[in-house]
């Protein structure tokens, strides 16, 4: 947990090269950063088994296998209150790493009137899903299409993701003088997708309030040996994800309606 903190207090420290620092900062603390933009990255939503971490496929939204909000529970990081600082490059594309995952706006800005960005990151949670419902579910509930492409075809899901939920900005000119900004002159520095909300404070800071996933851990179901096994991936080989046992449970059982936990041998590796 403190690790974690730590990454997201330092995502956005200047560097030169912000993306790969991104990215190199998220596989550090058993996530997956995301590459290309993923409007809804809840546990559970799915993806194909040829999906890479540069080419993540999108197969059907969480809904399709993972509905009941019971799959799924968070856990709020505190972050302490703190800036860090970008600096600025002209050939550089910021919304690589401000945008990942959730591209909510990209930067227009004039490298020679706009010298540092200041990024502070609020409301950072992990949204885990819950396996030990997820054993029962798959036995009662279910439905045995979801069950042919999670296991005969192999189709990934997310099994956790990573979102914060405000960003608070601010742009610093060559002087170190922090500039003005307002609606009249905002795009100049910014341009938002639509439905993205924001705000101006006190007349130099920008509240981008539209909550953001930057980074996920994959999960697959196996068959073998009488047992579903549930697999997680939260670091790459080369542009492949490697993933290592987590949880197990049987694969059969004597009826669905009347069967209790301890029947599902729901185990820990």
């Given amino acids: ?25 998220i596989q550090n603390q058993g996530f997956v ?25 999108s197969v059907a939204p969480y809904s399709e296998c993972f509905e ?9 990081l505190d972050l302490p209150s703190q800036t860090k600082k970008m600096k600025i490059k002209s050939n550089i594309d910021l919304s690589q790493m401000t945008g990942t995952g ?14 540092e ?18 054993a029962r579910f798959f036995h009662s509930e279910l439905d045995d299409f979801c069950k042919y492409d999670l296991i005969e075809q192999g189709l990934f899901y997310i099994s956790e993701s990573l979102k914060v939920e405000k960003m608070k ?11 003005e900004i307002s609606a009249d002159n905002l795009n100049e520095f910014i341009e938002f997708e639509s439905e993205v909300e924001w705000e101006i404070l006190n007349k130099y800071e920008l509240l981008v ?10 999960g697959k179901l196996e068959r073998k040996d009488g047992l579903i096994i549930m697999s997680e991936a939260n670091v790459v080989d080369g542009n492949s994800f490697t993933f290592e046992k987590k949880y197990s449970f049987r694969s059969a ?15 820990e590796y």
Avoid: H, Q, W
């Avoid at 959730?102 to 010298?115: G, Q």
């Fill in 68 to 76: 009941p909000k019971a799959l799924r529970y968070e856990r709020e």
């Fill in 33 to 57: 950063p995301f590459v290309s933009p993923i409007s809804n990255t809840l546990p559970g939503s799915l993806f194909a088994e040829t999906s890479s971490e540069s080419n993540l496929i």
């Fill in 253 to 267: 059982i004597s009826n669905k309606y009347f069967f209790i936990f301890d029947d599902l041998d729901f185990k």
């Fill in 102 to 115: 959730n591209p909510l706006f990209k930067f227009n800005y004039n490298s020679s009137v706009v010298r």
């Fill in 209 to 218: 309030s539209s909550p953001k996933f930057i980074g996920y851990k994959i």
């Fill in 169 to 179: 900005m601010s742009f610093t000119n060559s002087a170190g003088g922090i500039i």
């Fill in 117 to 134: 960005l200041n990024i502070e990151l609020k409301g950072a949670r992990e949204i885990l899903l819950n396996a030990r419902y997820f």
């Fill in 1 to 25: 947990m403190k690790n974690l903190i730590l990454m997201l207090m330092f995502i956005l420290v200047a560097c030169n090269n912000p993306e790969k620092y991104y990215s190199k900062m």
